[in-house]
């Protein structure tokens, strides 16, 4: 957080209006040579790509990860680097073909005027905006009369905002945050620690607020516009960092504003949930043992077997959610481990029947057949598993034969019960033939071969372990997110009790993971209260996690199991959490996208497509008058966000371009037959 006396020092930089209007009629005469009335009138190139001014601070950190996760191409100029550009006219603008050309569309600095009082930065910057009609994004500053704002002493407020109960003005959803829903809350996470400062102040003339709050009696501003001499730009007066739901609310519309609506890049709010180990039973955490009897090495154990798995009831229970919710579940199923079950249970199976008569309901993935770690051969004795070796010292690895049967056991399974599976898509237990570290440092070698026989291109990983796409042969992986929703818990009691165990210090009773481990957990102060720790603390925790991949445009699915359907049914109260808090917060025009596992699939490969070819300087963008054109190199589509109303140029006439999200239209798009560009026109 940054406090006040270090934001008021940081702010008393002011920009020196004269001499910025005085640099205007500089730039002008360079940018556009009046030589010829005709000269004066040429349209001028715009550039899409944002420069950033980075003071180090976290509300430039955010914008600029905002830019970089959607696509947006950009510029950062390092504030304290000695070496860094200068910000003058040179810089900004040049000509090309004859065309006056801005080579920035926007603008994001760290506060309005970081370069000093009278600095020659600040006026060549000042004339460019104002020369070419280009947008600055303030991305933290305080409230003063040089942003458009009366100081806090008059009638606002100034102080820590957690728990403020923000809302997006009339002008904020008739402009750049009509996506939302209306509230903005300020994250209050804890009531220990500071989480959120900032000035709510009253506008001025040539200031609109876009997010107000109360003081007093009224309300007053945190975001707004404020135009001014030729130039608009968008204040805010709150710090942030880029993981904060305040900030994920607000990142698009500040890039839309900054923009003017026309960028590269594209942004969605996605969410999926997978539901793995389906037919299977999954075995129960015992909190007596603290371990899992039946999963590998549990001291004690023997005898001690126990299993959790879904009735009919909880099928017809899910089915029913769905249809409430609007919400529709992955089902990862394991039909061979589904038929043991039934054979050692009198042959009947009331929730395989019901699952499948209510197929349609799903989308159904292929979990492989009967489950088996497709990785090395493991030996279980150990703790933790080893792999297993032969006598000349090579790992024993799972046959290509074995991996294939139980990919296409399960498939041909589910085809036989008019269960519909992409045979593209599947999800190994356990994740099992990826590497496992640190026991199984490579892939299973027969692992891409198998794939590749059953005509897998989509392969499930676990994020945790390997956040990025990569590829295993033919097939890339999609990278999914665990859910701290644990397997081998049935009930509420059982989950509270296991979290115990791992985040709180062997003093509190606990493992000591946490303590072991500082720089990826943190101990719990003092342990759950078994009856009520799941629904008061966990649930909330874990919906905030899940919430935050949501809103910040990560298409990454959700793992969980079919265990936490069954018995207390400990998913729901975490998926209607997200839901539910989502709908509140977002308008109909930005609904979430729950897509197939091959779509983000599809989604991270264009992704990185994409960024290589930004960072390898690939990509041409600009826009002139109503007219946008892009460049990428063959076969990469480029993602593209415009206006409603835009049309995409066909080989023949015009189409509607994209397809609509949160008030725009954006897609990824690639050149027409015979075309060597996007050419997209504007309304």
């Not at 569309?105 to 020369?131: C, D, M, R």
């Not at 209050?188 to 200031?207: M, Q």
């Not at 942030?240 to 590269?264: P, S």
């Not at 032969?390 to 019960?417: E, F, L, M, P, V």
Request: one cysteine or more.
């Amino acid at each position: 957080m940054v406090s006040k006396a270090e934001m008021v020092r940081k702010n008393k930089n002011r920009m020196n209006r004269v001499a910025a209007a005085m640099a205007a009629t500089a730039l002008l005469s360079v940018a556009v040579p009046a030589a010829t009335a005709q000269a004066a009138t040429v349209v001028p190139r715009v550039d899409l790509r944002v420069l950033v001014v980075d003071d180090g601070g976290s509300s430039v950190a955010a914008i600029t990860a905002e830019l970089r996760d959607t696509g947006v191409p950009y510029t950062r100029v390092d504030l304290g680097s000695g070496s860094r550009p200068v910000i003058n006219a040179a810089f900004l603008s040049d000509t090309v073909d004859g065309r006056p050309r801005a080579k920035f569309q926007g603008v994001v600095l760290p506060n309005e005027n970081p370069f000093g009082e009278g600095s020659a930065e600040s006026a060549a910057l000042s004339a460019y905006e104002t020369t070419y009609g280009i947008r600055q994004v303030d991305a933290y500053t305080w409230a003063h009369p040089e942003v458009g704002l009366e100081y806090t002493d008059n009638g606002g407020y100034s102080g820590t905002l957690d728990g403020t109960q923000a809302a997006v003005t009339a002008a904020g959803k008739a402009g750049p945050f009509g996506y939302l829903g209306g509230q903005v809350t300020f994250e209050d996470n804890s009531p220990l620690i500071p989480e959120s400062y900032g000035f709510i102040a009253k506008p001025r003339t040539g200031y609109t607020s876009y997010l107000d709050a109360p003081v007093g009696s009224g309300r007053a501003s945190l975001v707004g516009e404020y135009a001014h001499d030729g130039r608009s730009e968008l204040v805010v007066t709150f710090g942030y960092n880029q993981y904060q739901q305040q900030f994920r609310l607000l990142a698009r519309g500040i890039v839309d504003w900054l923009t003017q609506g026309v960028h590269l890049g594209q942004e969605r709010n996605y969410f999926a949930v997978h539901v793995d180990d389906v037919f299977a039973p999954d075995a129960r955490w015992d909190q007596a043992l603290n371990c899992t009897p039946g999963d590998y090495a549990c001291a004690g154990g023997d005898g001690k077997e126990s299993t959790i798995r879904m009735t009919a009831a909880d099928a017809q229970y899910a089915a029913q959610w769905q249809q409430s919710k609007g919400f529709k579940l992955d089902l990862l199923f394991n039909a061979g481990a589904g038929e043991e079950w039934k054979t050692e249970n009198g042959g009947t199976d009331a929730l395989t029947a019901q699952l499948i008569a209510d197929r349609a309901q799903y989308r159904w993935m292929n979990h492989t057949y009967t489950h088996l770690f497709l990785g090395c051969v493991q030996d279980v004795t150990t703790v933790p598993w080893s792999c297993t070796k032969n006598a000349t010292g090579a790992i024993n690895w799972t046959s290509r034969a074995d991996i294939s049967a139980q990919i296409r056991d399960n498939n041909n399974w589910a085809a036989s019960k008019g269960i519909t599976t992409d045979r593209s898509e599947l999800v190994t237990g356990e994740h099992s033939g990826l590497k496992t570290l640190p026991q199984q440092a490579d892939d299973n070698p027969n692992l891409a071969g198998a794939l590749a026989d059953n005509g897998v291109k989509w392969a499930g990983s676990d994020s945790s372990r390997e956040p990025g796409q990569r590829a295993v042969g033919a097939a890339l992986t999609v990278p999914r997110y665990p859910m701290n929703v644990y397997y081998n818990t049935g009930t509420n009691a059982e989950m509270a009790d296991e979290y115990n165990w791992i985040y709180t210090s062997r003093a509190q009773g606990g493992s000591g993971a946490c303590e072991d481990n500082p720089a990826t957990s943190t101990c719990l102060p003092a342990p759950l209260d078994n009856a009520t720790g799941y629904l008061d603390y966990i649930v909330p925790t874990e919906a905030r996690t899940a919430l935050r991949h949501v809103l910040a445009n990560d298409p990454r699915p959700h793992y969980v199991h079919q265990s936490n359907l069954a018995e207390d049914r400990t998913l729901y109260p975490v998926l209607n959490q997200v839901l539910d808090t989502y709908r509140t917060l977002y308008a109909p025009s930005a609904p979430i996208v729950n897509q197939s596992m091959k779509d983000t699939g599809v989604e991270l490969s264009r992704r990185a497509a994409w960024d290589a070819a930004l960072a390898a300087n690939k990509v041409t963008a600009y826009r002139i008058g109503k007219d946008v054109t892009v460049k990428a190199p063959s076969g990469v589509v480029a993602p593209v966000t415009a206006p409603v109303g835009t049309k995409k140029q066909l080989l023949l006439g015009t189409a509607d371009f994209g397809t609509a999200y949160a008030g725009s239209r954006s897609a990824w798009t690639a050149p027409e037959l015979l075309q060597s560009a996007v050419t997209l026109k504007l309304a």
